[in-house]
């Protein structure tokens, strides 16, 4: 079954492609799902967290591919990037949503061609500008992020994510296996009990729940810089701590620190939120480490893309195979040869 045919027989409407790296295969795959939902029937919609689709990366300075618009599809960007785009647009409505490249807009693409695309940055804009994207056709919309631009992907967002793994992350295959396993882990962590998650829904911030259903709220500014203060709270008796806001690594030590750190779950809003470095991360389960959240994202594939923009390349078979056996029970798609899968 090819990806775009799982997006459609489960009505997912709002979908991420978060890359875990500049040229991972991010717009490789956005293109792949436009050409597929185009052969599908399928009225799409696209949109960035931020700009995409210039023939040269601003950064790196390499060359990237283009996002290649075809007539009729939906985009919410800016003003300016539209200007700097060679497809044919009809704005639909203006969003009054400010970007450094202008207003973003709505537009319908009416003849098609390469698009550049830059939209909202916050979760609240891009959740309207998704709903403004469906309202006027579009049966899906995909959101191009980043992983530095992952809280796209909350479920609070979008009905599914997939993640873009590439070369570009290491030359050592392992190591990009590893990272990618590593984010796909984070994103698919399991949901917390619907008892504990009664309690957090009610006090809404950061907080230790004791094994009693008492509710001790730190007093900290945030969770970020809060972690001692935090970890000195838990004893005992401690049950859950919820992190509202981003969970970091420095975070996750403090915590790790406390001697009942193998008796609490740590609960945190969604996959989105952990920021944690891997060799932290794995030797903190190994102590005993437990992390749960409140909302989990629905990872639904990983898209692969075996070349590397600094001239070397994985055999794309085994990058796939492997990738099958660090990644189970997530569809592991070769996009760059069709997207196929067994």
């Known amino acids: 079954m090819r990806l775009i045919d799982i997006i459609s027989q489960n009505n997912y409407n709002t979908v991420s492609i978060i890359g875990l790296a500049k040229n991972s295969g991010k717009t490789v795959t956005l293109n792949y799902l436009i050409e597929e939902a185009e052969n599908l029937g399928l009225n799409i919609g696209i949109t960035s967290t931020g700009r995409d689709g210039e023939s040269v990366d601003l950064v790196t300075q390499t060359q990237k591919p283009t996002i290649m618009a075809a007539e009729g599809m939906y985009a919410a960007t800016a003003k300016k990037a539209l200007m700097l785009s060679e497809a044919k647009t009809e704005i639909l409505e203006t969003t009054g949503i400010p970007t450094p490249m202008g207003e973003v807009v709505i537009v319908k693409v009416r003849q098609g061609g390469n698009i550049q695309i830059a939209g909202p940055v916050s979760t609240a804009d891009m959740k309207h500008v998704a709903e403004r994207l469906k309202h006027h056709g579009a049966q899906v919309v995909f959101i191009d992020g980043a992983i530095d631009r992952k809280a796209v992907s909350s479920p609070v967002v979008t009905d599914a994510c997939i993640v873009a793994a590439g070369a570009v992350l290491s030359r050592d295959m392992k190591k990009v296996l590893e990272k990618t396993a590593h984010s796909v882990e984070c994103f698919k962590l399991a ?94 389960r190994r102590k005993g480490l437990t992390v749960e959240t409140v909302n989990s994202v629905n990872v639904i594939a990983v898209t692969l893309n075996p070349v590397s923009p600094a001239g070397y390349f994985f055999d794309s078979e085994i990058f796939k195979s492997e990738m099958e056996k660090y990644i189970p029970g997530v569809k592991i798609v070769d996009v760059v040869s069709g997207g196929d899968f067994d």
């Open 191 to 284: 949901q917390v009990g619907s008892d504990a998650r009664k309690i957090i829904q009610k006090h809404r911030k950061t907080c230790i729940i004791q094994n009693t259903g008492s509710v001790i709220v730190p007093d900290i500014a945030t969770s970020i810089t809060g972690g001692k203060k935090i970890s000195e709270l838990i004893d005992e008796n401690a049950e859950y701590v919820y992190i509202k806001g981003a969970v970091t690594t420095s975070l996750l030590k403090d915590i790790g620190d406390n001697k009942f750190l193998r008796g609490i779950k740590i609960i945190i809003e969604d996959g989105t939120k952990l920021f944690t470095d891997i060799n932290v991360w794995n030797e903190l």
